[in-house]
């Protein structure tokens, strides 16, 4: 008979969650809140400990396990607006984890799981924390070679303003050339509603001629016009806001403009930056 320590099981399963809703999260390029993931961890390891209870036992089910993968996934992607993509990574993610845990299994001599396919082992915690963490480098690794849109880097953008940072994935864009008019330095473009709440209150991207008419009215700076060409557009404008410092590969960019864009500019990824 297998002794099963409830606290054990809901912590191993807990941070094995977590990583994967994390490591799904930056392949599909999705916005990451913190809290909801770390909340979608914890009802998938509270799944874990509900199927080793009396009479609970038809939780183990496929449907059910499904059912509490999906529910996972609208838990920790729930502001994401294309939700498919980050779920069915997640599924995937899960799948390359548990190739690796069978493995450690068959050559380490050792079980990682449990009958009903639960993480849970008493060995060293140590040793399975190396292993879910080695396996999240791995697959983000993976994915994100794959995840290259026509030779164009993906990489993790952390914008500061004033009221906060926010998280955004960033394609490489060799031919972005936007820039500041007034000092020639390179402008960030983002999608608006990556940085919602962060903004000041007289920015509207919907508005830009409007809003750098509110911003002086109100004595304050920081906002510019950005001039752009694109497919269909000969001549637009796209509303740029100062940023306290903007971090790229580990380099700390400065305080550049972000060129806010009303639209989504692509799958995968919510900002265009130029070769870095």
């Given amino acids: 008979m297998t002794v099963v320590y409830v606290d054990l099981l809901f912590l191993l399963n807990l941070i094995a969650n977590y990583l994967l809703l994390l490591g799904a999260g930056r ?11 770390a909340l979608g961890a914890a009802a998938g390891a509270l799944y874990a400990v509900l199927i080793f209870l009396p009479g609970l036992m038809w939780l183990s089910a496929w449907p059910c396990r499904i059912a509490c993968g999906v529910g996972m996934a609208a838990v920790a992607y ?26 450690l299994e068959l050559f380490g001599g050792f079980s990682l799981t449990l009958e009903r396919g639960v993480f849970y082992s008493r060995v060293d915690l140590r040793l399975l924390l190396l292993v879910f963490v080695g396996c999240y480098f791995v697959l983000s690794l993976f994915f994100r070679r794959v995840g290259q849109r026509g030779g164009g880097e993906l990489v993790e953008l952390t914008v500061t303003f004033d009221g906060g940072s926010a998280a955004l ?13 007034a000092d020639g330095r390179p402008v960030v473009v983002a999608e608006a509603a990556r940085l919602a709440g962060l903004l000041p209150a007289w920015a509207d991207p919907a ?6 008419e509110r911003c002086r009215r109100m004595g304050q700076k920081g906002a510019r016009l950005i001039p752009y060409r694109a497919v269909g ?10 940023t306290v410092s903007i971090q790229c590969k580990g380099k700390t960019l400065g305080g550049l403009l972000v ?5 989504s500019l692509g799958e995968g990824f919510q900002a265009l930056i130029g070769g870095i």
């Fill in 27 to 37: 392949m599909a390029g999705a916005a990451l809140v913190r809290w909801r993931i």
């Fill in 259 to 263: 060129a806010l864009s009303p639209t």
């Fill in 78 to 103: 729930g502001g994401e607006a294309r939700l498919l993509r980050p779920t069915v990574l997640f599924f995937g993610a899960s799948a390359g984890l548990a190739g690796a845990v069978l493995a």
């Fill in 233 to 242: 557009v000969d001549c637009g404008m796209l509303l740029a806001v100062r």
């Fill in 207 to 212: 508005d830009p001629v409007g809003s750098v």
């Fill in 169 to 181: 994935t960033a394609l490489v864009d060799t031919g972005h050339s936007l820039a500041d008019p």
